[in-house]
Every structure is written in structure tokens, then in C-alpha cells.
């Protein structure tokens, strides 16, 4: 069975319409609502299966199914889907994901009084992701690209009675904006310079060959190609949602939402939709470009990436709050990603994508599970001694962070780290990304050991962590297939058999053994690194391990300067503050000066205006002419023998208006007409 | 000329289809239902009228784009189907309406009489001659006054009944006093001979005063200023299924035939091109600006929510009219698209209005506080439905507006005075959104009033409004779905 790309948009269409059920749904019909949703997403899943056969019985091709929204003016405007092995991918991901993440939300927000809204958003979130995945149009693409911002506002902000929610869901709005703003201009550019926003068209679209290279021979002044104008204007978009650096200050507060919103939207799924933005429009990022041309959107593309993966997990060594370790994590790996396809290698990219999003949806239910049973203790100082009192969640969430750290040969997190290091080492660009990315792997393994030490060895540090046990099996089932998935997928894209690598380059597939260590050298070199992250993690965190909330970090002990930087984050929170949010204070209150006293001066007497002649109409309509008939009426009810006059009386008045107007406008049309 | 019988019965097939539903249930009334209370007699009259209007709706599909028909007095085309299928889907909602609404005295009568009513406006949409169009016309609004006063027991609906009809009678007279004048001075009464014969004759005064005549009695139909004054006491005082009707069909049906009485028949002496004489165009764009003008300002001070959507209705008769302007440049689609959502939109708030009357009362604005929570479901049709009316962007109401603005703009651009009068419907636009938004103010924010109890919507009603409601939603996000018709 497969999938036509004509009905591609059930897809998406099924778990929207599981929100407009939900949202109809009363507070009470709580079962209804979690029903709906996941078997809307189930079904979503089956379609993506489907999909994805038909996407893989010609890799190559990019199947589409364009239709026009509406005319306008000459042309028409034209959305449509595409069908290929990144769309089929990626939606077979969001679905496996997003199903699990559901069902795992069953038994986490179990208590919750808003339980029906909260399948609802997480419905919506869904339609909007996959829409985003199915688009062939950059239009629809960043309509879905709004909403799902708009789903995660609504779902960071989902306990908006604390001040702390509301204010990260602003923040992670209003930042996220900012990126979208460049989204939105590269797309105005694009469609002027291009005439189209379908991605592919039979040679008409802005990723073919044609348009490709009309933007690719067009410099602008400063010598920059056209198409790489546009390709950094929409590589902004990624930015913002990807959480790179500078606009990265949203995603870590984003944790004050429910845990499987953090696992779903803010680590598997949409964060990546910027490094799925850029793979998508790929073909455009990396034209081909005259010579002489002195800077290529993707050397951008690479430095933020490398930027944010270090610094993302220099940040995670200092946190002591369990998801925001994990938060500063995703930041890095979504740097990670960003490098890849910075330095040319995009189906490296989209395979530690598809990897990441296993592990780090593992993860973070794993933290959620750990917050559940703990009642929501999230400080990792306060916890320690949870490994004999869960068993399932430690067993899992250890496979979670080895795929994270990237322990050799049998995690997932491996494989595609690998693809990505390599791929940087044979940049001719610049070594520096290389060498940022082999930094974060130390980090990232010393990180991850100091998360699991502190948080499940030990002893319990709180009554709460003392008294924790095993979550039900509606949230360790779902543990357990996502930790499934972060051993198994790691194998679909080794070296010696990279099936997924070509499948998404439509490239044939060359599988030979003896390339598995391929490359040994850095492989090896890799290897020890990690080595050297976990055994650092384990002498300074698992040696001697924490016996009381207060004990000072040791880190702390041996460097609290440096530590201190970390924690505050690089002060950036701060820095923005006193320069943007100073600037934008200022501005505000100049527009609102403005606003008060020039616009609402204006308008105020307009809308007066307005009002009087609103009123002296209705005088007229009302008093002078329907008054009469009123007072006449009142005589009706009275006696049939004054019916005649109430005839008379009043619609003489309406009747004396049409003949006037009759008569003034035929006195128009004949003396204008003799003229 | 051939006058082939059959295909004329072919043509009129929607109108039979309503002509015999109509006797139907004035004969199921008279034998078996005679016996029974009135309320089944109304769920008898309306299931039988709605199987009828769903009948001519095939109907009407069926027959399709015939062209001219019988020596040309009918004309079905794109305009003509397009119309024909808005009409009876607008009929069927209003029959939805009257499901919910407060049961009249002889409830078969009223469903036969608003099958009448629709068999005059699907002939309206088709007429091309202009005997038949003031036939249809007039078939249309006698059973309209009858409508209008058919809660004879309430002394506001008699008024309106009366208002009403003296008003029509009085355009009727100029109406057909107009067409005597053309057929005197052209010697045709099918439009496209008297277009041949125009072309030749161009402007003269005694034409002059045929066309303002037409005008009048068009700006009567349409309500627009300043021919509008029955417009508010009709709105107020009919009870609330035949204002629904009064508000969309009759209204679109009426724009179809005056877009082709005045663009095919008339459009040799439309003037507004460069250096010709003065034509229709003038008056009709003075109608435009006043019905915008005083529409928009008149419905700020309304405190009565059904005189609110009178004035926005003149408003909007003055938006219809400029896409009349324009039909010459942009053809019906646009026109078409507009009056039919519209139709949809103000249908649908006097049937959330109908709904709310049964559970006591809804004259003033302040009759709606708190309907959200004493029926969600109908707070969210009114919000749908009035947002539509105000333009608001993913519903039809704001396309509508967009591609009959966009058309008075490819008249001429600036230069032109329909490009003028867009950019003062765009501005009023912004002034409508006050008076919309407070009867969302009162529906959607404040709490009910004490004593106000929930809402009981029917099931048909509900059925009804939620439908039109996802068609503005539909057509909002798919214009094309409609205007691809008129390709």
C-alpha cells in the first residue's frame, strides 16, 4: 500500500481534526478528548508509513501536487505538498514521536483540570508540525511555521498562573518572532525575485535548476548573491525556532511547560524544524555561485551552528535543574545539526535530527517520569538515590544519555555524531568547526554523567526523591520504545551501510563492511574523547558522590569564577536587557506618547465625528420621520376608522425622499448628459 | 428563434421543483395535518419545503450552463446557475432558521409562501427579457410583503409589512414605468436586442430618466441610500426567518438581475469611458458613496441590534454596488461572491437572533450579553458571522471585500471614480469594525443578565447556523472554489 501525494494532506488533517474535537470538547470528556488525539495520531502514523514506502520506491524524485489558492490580480497563488524522503522521514519521526509522547501525557497530566485542553494544543501543535513537513510552498510552510509557535506559546504557557510560565511563553514568542521577521522578508524577496514559493514545480520552482541560477548570477551591492541574501534572510527563521545563538535565551525558560511539551516540541520535533527549513531549501543555500563572490550563506550556517554547540554545552555543565541541563543539551545538538549542513553534509544533518529526536523525547520523559514520581522536585541537588526506586526510568534514561554522549558502536548518538565530525573534518573551509565540535564532545559526555550521577546514584537528598517510585506502565512503555529507537536507527546510517543517508540523497546505496571504520583515525580519536568526558564526569561527580543539598559542586570548589560565567549563562539574559529591552522601553514609550496624544488626538475626534453624524442620522431617521408614525401608530391600535391616516401620514415622509432623489439624480444625468 | 417547450421546461425545472414542493405542503396542511398541533405542522411544512428546495438545488446543477434559452428570454449562464444554486442554498438555510424560530399562525402557509418567494428569485437570476424580469421580480416581492407581515398579531410587524410594501409598490410603479420608457425608445424587451439598438441610439434625456427610474427601484431592492428607509422598520418588525430572507436571497437574486440588466443590456450607455456622454454609472456611483457613507455612520449609534444589521446592510448594498461598477471590467465573479457570503453572514446572525428570541427577547444589543456562556455554540456562530460581515481575514466576508475592491480598482485605477469610492469603502471598513465588535462585546465578554437562562438551540436551527457558519470558513480559506466557476 502506498500513499498518494495527492492525499498527503490527511496527514496533517487528522490531528487537526482531533484539536477542532478537542476544543469543542467540555472540561468533563476527558477520555474523549485523549481518544481522539491518539488515535488521530495513530492514524497519522499509518499514513506517514505509507508515505514513506512511496517516497522510497524513487528516492530521487520529489513528488508534488501543487493546486491554486486563489487568483490574484494575473497570476494565481499556489500552495501545494511534496512528497520525498525528507518530508517521509521526518513525518514517520514526528508521528512515532508524537504518538508515544501522547500516550506517555496520559498518565503524566493524569490530574491535570485542563487535561482536554491539553490534548487539544498538543493536537494542533501536531497538524501544524506536519503541515510544516508536507508544505511544498514556502507560504504554507511559514503559515505552519506560525502556528506551530503559536501551539508552543499556548503550551509553555499551559499553567499560565505561574508568573514564571507566562513570562517564558512571551519570551519564547517574542523571540522566536524576531528570527521569523528575516523568515518573512527572505520570503517576500524570494517570491519578488522569483515570481514563485512552491519549492518544486516542474522546473518552475524556486529549488530547480532555472530560478536557482537566476538567483545565483544576480549580485547585489556588496557583493553578495541574491540567492545568498535570501538564504541568510530565511536562515533567521531557523535561528529563532532552532534556538541558535544569539536568539537561544527562549528555549531553556521554555521548560517552565509540562514535561511532554518539552519532550515533544522544545527537543524532538520543533525545535529541528529550523534545521528541517534549511535542509529543505538546501538546494538554494548551497547555488552555485560565481567566484568572485566572497561569502556563502552555509560558512554562516556552520559558524552559528559550531557557536551554539559549544557554548550550548558549556552552559549545560552548570545548571543544577534537571530539564535545563537537557534544555542546554538540545541548544548544543541543534548547533551540532546546524554545523552539518554548514559544512555541505545535510542528510548528516537530518539523520542526527531523526537520532536526537529518539533520544532526547527519551530523555526528557525520562526527566518527567523522574519530576512525576518525585512531585515535582526538578533540582538535581535535591534528588540522588533513584536508581533502585525506578528501575525502568534509570535503565532508559542511562540508554538516553549514553546515545547522547555518544558511546561507541551500539547508541544511535554515535553514528550520526560521527557522520557530522566527519563531514566537518573534510571541510575546506575552516578546521575551526571540527575542532568546536570535538570540544563538545567531551562536554557533552561530562555533562550528561554529572546528570545521572547526581540524579539516580547516591542517596535520596529529599523526602520527595526517598519516597519516589516507579511511574505506570502508560509512561515506562513509551520509555521503553523510545529507548528502542535510540539503539536501533543509529544502524540505518553506518558508514559501512549509510541506507538512510542515501535514501534521503537519492543517491545509490553502496554497503560494504569494510568500510564500518571508515576514516579510523578520528573515529578513534572520538572514542577517546568520550572516554575522557565520562571518566572526567566520574571522578569529579560519581567517585564521591553528593551526600546533602548543600554540598558545593566540585566544580565550584576547584574553579567558581569560571562556574559562575557558566551558571549565569554568559550573563546574556542580562546583556539583552539592559541593550534591547532598554532600547525597546524607550521606543515603547516614545509610540506611546505619539500613540495618546497625536493618533488618539485624530482619532478621538474622528471617531466623535463619527458618533455625531451617526446620531443626527438617526435623529433625522428616527425622530423626524419614524416618530410621526409612531404617534400615529399609537392611534391605530386605537381605532380602524384613523387607519387611513397612518397611511397618509408617514411614508409620505420616505416617499418625498425617493422623489427627491429620483428627481435630483435625473436632473444629473440630463444636464450632465446634454453636456 | 426556435421556442422549443421542452427545453424551456428543462430550464425552469428548479422553479417547478418549488412551485409543486409549495402546493405539496399547502395540501398536506389542508387534509392530514389539519388535525395536528402546530408545531408539527411547521416541522411537516418545512421537512416538505426543504425536500423540495434540495430537489430544484439538483435541479438546478442538472440543467447547468444552457445559454440562451427560449428565443433568449431566459439566459443561463455562469451568473445565472451560480446565483440559482445561492439562492436555494440561502433558502434552505432560512428554512433552518424558521426550524428555531418562534412558530407562526399558519406555519404552511408561511413555508409555501417563502417557496414562492424563492421560485421569483431563481427567475430573477435567469431572466433576460425584461417582461419576465419584472414578473419574477414581482412574484419575489409580494411574497416578501407577505413575509414581512405575517405576524400580523404584533403591531411592528404590520408596520414593517406596511412601510414595506408601500415603499415597494411605489418602486415597482418606477420600475416598470423605466422599462416602458427603454421599450419605447428601443422597441425590445430582450437585452441583448436592446443592447444591438443602444449601440446605435447612445444617450439621450428621456433614456436618462429610464435609467434613474431603474435605478430607484433597484436601489429599493437593494437597500441602498437614499432609497433605504423601509430598510430599518422592515428589519426590525418582520419577524426573524423573513428578515433572514428579506437580508440574503432576495438581496443576491436582486443583484444578479441588476448586474445584468445593467452590464449586458444597459452597458452601452454605462458612460466612464473617456470623452463618452454621461451614463448609469454617475447615479449609481453616488448611490455607492452615500450607502457607504450613511450605512456605516447611522449603524454606530444603533442601540437595536436588528437596525444595526439594517444600516450595515445599506453599507454593504453600497460595496455590492461598486462590484457592479466594476462587473464591466472584472466580470460577475466577484459580485457574485460577495452578495453570496454575504447573504450567508447576515442570514445566519438574524437566525442566532431568531434562536435567542424564543428563549425571551433579543431587540436590543444588550439582549445578547453573555450568550457565550448561555450558548456557546450560538456565540460562536454569531462570531463567525458577524466577524464575516466586518471582513475579517480567514472568513469570506474579507474576501469578498478583497476582490471587489481590487476589481473597482482595476477600473481605472485612481483616476477612475470607483477607485475613489474603494478607498472610502476600505475606510469605512475600519469605522464598521466599532459597530461589530460591539455586538461581539455584549456576546462573547459580558456576563448575561441576571435571570437570563441557557440557551435550548434546536437541532435543526444548530445544524443550520453550524453549516453556514463552516461555509464562510470554507470559502473564506477557498475563494477559488467559487470564483474558479466564473473562470
Not at chain 1, 593 to 611: M, P, S, T, Y
Not at chain 2, 80 to 104: D, E, K, N
Not at chain 2, 377 to 393: D, K, N, Q, Y
Amino acid at each position: 500500500m502506498r500513499l498518494p501525494v495527492e492525499y498527503l494532506w490527511l496527514i496533517p488533517a487528522l490531528p487537526l481534526a482531533a484539536a477542532g474535537v478537542g476544543s469543542l470538547t467540555p472540561r468533563g470528556g476527558r477520555a474523549l478528548a485523549a481518544d481522539v488525539a491518539i488515535a488521530a495520531m495513530a492514524g497519522a502514523f499509518v499514513l506517514a508509513c505509507l508515505a514513506l514506502t512511496s517516497a522510497l520506491a524513487d528516492p530521487a524524485a520529489h513528488q508534488v501536487a501543487n493546486f491554486a489558492w486563489f487568483d490574484l490580480g494575473g497570476g494565481a497563488l499556489r500552495l501545494g505538498w511534496l512528497l520525498d524522503p525528507l518530508t517521509a522521514f521526518m513525518a514517520v519521526m514526528v508521528t512515532f514521536v508524537g504518538l508515544l509522547i501522547f500516550i506517555f501525557s496520559l498518565g503524566y497530566m493524569k490530574e491535570d483540570p485542563n487535561f482536554t485542553r491539553f490534548f487539544c494544543f498538543l493536537s494542533l501543535f501536531a497538524a501544524a508540525m506536519l503541515g510544516l513537513i508536507v508544505a511544498n510552498s514556502l507560504l504554507l510552510l511559514f503559515v505552519c511555521w506560525e502556528l506551530v509557535g503559536l501551539a508552543s506559546y499556548l503550551l509553555i504557557g499551559f499553567w499560565f498562573h505561574k508568573p514564571s510560565a507566562a513570562a517564558a511563553a512571551k519570551k519564547a514568542f517574542i523571540t522566536t518572532r524576531i528570527g521569523d521577521l528575516g523568515l518573512l522578508l527572505g520570503m517576500l524577496w524570494l517570491y519578488d525575485a522569483s515570481g514563485s514559493l512552491l519549492f518544486y514545480d516542474g522546473g518552475a520552482g524556486v529549488l530547480e535548476a532555472p530560478v536557482l541560477s537566476t538567483l545565483a548570477g544576480q549580485t547585489l551591492a556588496g557583493g553578495l548573491a541574491l540567492s545568498t541574501a535570501i538564504g541568510l534572510l530565511i536562515f533567521c527563521g531557523a535561528i529563532g525556532k532552532s534556538g541558535q545563538f544569539p536568539l537561544h535565551v527562549w528555549l531553556p525558560d521554555a521548560m517552565e511547560g509540562p514535561t511532554p511539551v518539552s519532550a515533544l516540541i522544545h527537543a524532538a520535533t520543533m525545535v529541528a524544524a529550523g534545521v528541517f527549513l534549511i535542509a529543505r531549501v538546501y538546494p538554494l543555500m548551497s547555488a552555485d555561485l560565481p567566484l568572485d563572490v566572497p561569502m556563502h550563506a552555509l560558512t554562516v550556517v556552520a559558524f552559528v551552528g559550531a557557536i551554539t554547540a559549544l557554548m550550548g554545552a558549556l552552559i549545560a555543565v552548570a545548571q543544577n535543574d534537571i530539564k535545563r541541563v537537557l534544555a542546554y543539551s538540545t541548544v548544543s545538538q541543534l548547533g551540532y545539526m546546524m554545523l552539518a549542513l554548514g559544512v555541505g553534509s545535510w542528510t548528516a544533518a537530518i539523520f542526527h535530527l531523526l537520532t536526537h529526536a529518539f533520544f532526547k523525547a527519551l530523555l526528557f520523559l525520562g526527566a518527567g517520569s523522574v519530576i512525576h514520581a518525585a512531585h515535582h522536585e526538578q533540582d538535581i541537588r535535591n534528588l540522588g538515590g533513584l536508581a533502585p526506586r525506578m528501575k525502568v526510568t534509570f535503565a532508559t534514561f542511562a540508554i538516553g544519555m549514553m546515545a547522547l554522549a555518544g558511546v561507541p558502536f551500539l547508541f544511535s548518538g554515535f553514528w550520526s555524531k560521527e557522520a557530522i565530525l566527519h563531514a566537518a573534518h573534510g571541510w575546506d573551509v575552516s578546521q575551526v568547526p571540527f575542532y568546536v565540535g570535538l570540544a563538545a564532545v567531551v562536554l557533552t559526555a561530562f555533562y550528561m554523567t554529572r546528570l545521572v550521577a547526581e540524579t539516580f546514584l547516591g542517596r535520596p537528598r529529599s523526602d520527595a526523591a526517598a519516597h519516589a517510585h516507579e511511574s505506570p506502565a502508560v509512561m515506562t512503555v513509551p520509555l521503553g520504545l523510545l529507548a528502542a529507537g535510540a539503539v536501533v536507527l543509529g544502524f540505518l546510517g553506518t558508514p559501512a551501510c549509510p541506507w538512510l543517508q542515501s535514501r534521503l540523497a537519492g543517491t545509490p546505496l553502496h554497503s560494504d563492511l569494510g568500510h564500518l571504520f571508515e576514516g579510523g583515525g578520528l573515529m578513534l580519536l572520538s572514542i577517546v574523547l568520550v572516554g575522557a568526558g565520562l571518566g572526567l564526569g566520574w571522578w569529579l561527580y560519581g567517585r564521591r558522590l553528593r551526600a546533602a543539598s548543600t554540598d558545593r559542586d566540585p566544580l565550584a570548589v576547584a574553579a567558581p569564577r569560571t562556574l559562575g560565567v557558566l551558571a549565569g549563562k554568559f550573563y546574556l539574559d542580562e546583556l539583552y536587557a539592559a541593550t534591547v529591552g532598554r532600547l525597546n522601553a524607550a521606543l515603547a514609550w516614545c509610540a506611546d506618547r505619539l500613540d495618546r496624544h497625536v493618533i488618539g488626538g485624530a482619532v478621538e475626534f474622528l471617531g466623535k465625528f463619527g458618533l455625531f453624524s451617526g446620531a443626527l442620522n438617526r435623529e433625522l431617521d428616527e425622530d423626524a420621520i419614524n416618530a410621526g408614525f409612531d404617534r400615529v401608530n399609537a392611534g391605530l391600535r386605537g381605532s380602524g376608522i384613523r387607519y387611513s391616516r397612518a397611511q397618509t401620514g408617514e411614508p409620505q415622509g420616505y416617499l418625498r425622499v425617493l422623489a427627491v432623489a429620483f428627481v435630483v439624480l435625473a436632473l444629473l444625468l440630463i444636464v450632465g448628459g446634454v453636456r | 428563434m426556435s421556442f422549443d417547450y421542452l427545453l424551456l421546461t428543462r430550464a425552469l425545472l428548479p422553479e417547478i421543483a418549488l412551485v409543486i414542493g409549495a402546493l405539496a405542503v399547502l395540501g398536506y396542511d389542508l387534509t392530514l395535518g389539519r388535525k395536528l398541533p402546530n408545531k408539527d405542522r411547521l416541522g411537516a411544512a418545512l421537512g416538505l419545503g426543504s425536500i423540495a428546495t434540495i430537489a430544484a438545488l439538483v435541479d438546478a446543477v442538472l440543467v447547468g450552463r444552457m445559454g440562451p434559452v427560449y428565443g433568449a428570454t431566459l439566459m443561463l449562464d455562469s451568473l445565472a446557475v451560480a446565483t440559482r444554486i445561492g439562492v436555494l442554498a440561502l433558502t434552505l438555510l432560512t428554512l433552518g432558521i424558521a426550524a428555531g424560530a418562534r412558530t407562526p399562525r399558519h406555519p404552511a402557509e408561511y413555508v409555501a409562501i417563502i417557496l414562492f418567494a424563492t421560485a421569483g428569485f431563481t427567475l430573477m437570476a435567469a431572466a433576460n427579457h425584461l417582461l419576465v424580469a419584472f414578473a419574477a421580480l414581482e412574484l419575489a416581492s409580494l411574497s416578501l410583503y407577505i413575509l414581512a407581515g405575517y405576524d400580523k398579531a404584533r403591531v411592528e410587524s404590520a408596520e414593517a409589512a406596511l412601510k414595506y410594501f408601500l415603499y415597494g409598490a411605489m418602486a415597482a410603479a418606477f420600475l416598470l414605468f423605466g422599462f416602458s420608457l427603454i421599450y419605447g425608445l428601443t422597441g425590445e424587451l430582450e437585452l441583448g436586442a436592446i443592447a444591438i439598438r443602444l449601440a446605435h441610439t447612445g444617450m439621450s434625456p428621456l433614456l436618462g430618466i429610464a435609467l434613474v427610474m431603474v435605478l430607484v427601484a433597484f436601489g429599493f431592492k437593494a437597500a441602498a441610500a437614499p432609497f433605504h428607509l423601509w430598510a430599518p422598520d422592515a428589519y426590525e418588525g418582520a419577524p426573524t426567518p423573513s428578515a433572514a430572507l428579506i437580508a440574503s436571497a432576495s438581496k443576491l437574486a436582486g443583484f444578479a438581475l441588476f448586474l445584468r440588466l445593467l452590464w449586458p443590456g444597459l452597458g452601452a450607455v454605462a458612460g466612464g469611458a473617456p470623452g463618452a456622454a454621461i451614463g448609469w454609472l454617475t447615479p449609481v456611483a453616488i448611490i455607492v458613496g452615500a450607502s457607504i457613507l450613511l450605512g456605516n455612520l447611522a449603524a454606530l449609534a444603533q442601540g437595536n441590534v436588528r437596525r444595526l444589521l439594517a444600516y450595515s446592510a445599506i453599507a454593504h448594498a453600497g460595496a455590492m454596488l461598486l462590484g457592479v461598477m466594476a462587473a464591466g471590467v472584472t466580470g460577475p465573479g466577484p459580485l457574485f461572491y460577495y452578495a453570496a457570503t454575504y447573504g450567508v453572514a447576515a442570514a445566519g446572525a438574524f437566525g442566532v437572533i431568531a434562536v435567542i428570541e424564543v428563549n425571551g427577547g433579543c431587540q436590543r444589543i444588550t439582549d445578547l450579553a453573555g450568550l457565550a456562556r448561555r450558548s456557546p455554540l450560538l456565540a460562536g456562530c454569531l462570531a463567525v458571522f458577524v466577524l464575516s460581515l466586518a471582513g475579517i481575514p480567514p472568513l469570506a466576508g474579507f474576501f469578498g471585500k478583497f476582490v471587489v475592491f481590487a476589481g473597482a480598482l482595476q477600473v481605472g485605477g485612481l483616476m477612475d471614480p470607483a477607485g475613489w469610492l474603494a478607498l472610502l469603502a476600505i475606510a469605512m471598513s475600519a469605522v464598521a469594525f466599532y459597530y461589530y465588535l460591539v455586538v461581539l462585546k455584549q456576546a462573547l465578554v459580558l456576563p448575561p443578565a441576571a435571570g437570563a437562562t441557557r440557551i435550548r438551540v434546536p437541532l435543526t436551527a444548530g445544524l443550520a447556523l453550524t453549516l453556514a457558519a463552516a461555509a464562510l470558513v470554507v470559502l473564506g480559506a477557498l475563494p477559488t472554489l467559487v470564483l474558479r466557476y466564473f473562470g
